[in-house]
């Protein structure tokens, strides 16, 4: 949920920043990312992920660089 937040915060940034690391201490949510995403619970890291790839399209001709 941190990692989603994160993300939505990221989105509602307007001062032109366009590098962003999400720092994560959590093994399961980072296994998410690199899964099939089919499981309960990982509808989050689905719309962490559409949300990642919304911004990048709008951000994309600043150089958006997101690190999790």
Do not use: C, W
């Amino acid at each position: 949920m941190g990692i989603l937040l994160g993300m939505h915060l990221i989105s509602t940034e307007k001062q032109g920043n366009t590098t962003f690391a999400i720092r994560v201490d959590n093994q399961a949510a980072i296994r998410a990312f690199s899964s099939t995403m089919r499981k309960p619970g990982h509808h989050l890291a689905r719309e962490t992920v559409r949300i990642a790839n919304r911004l990048n399209k709008q951000k994309s001709r600043n150089a958006y660089k997101l690190t999790i």
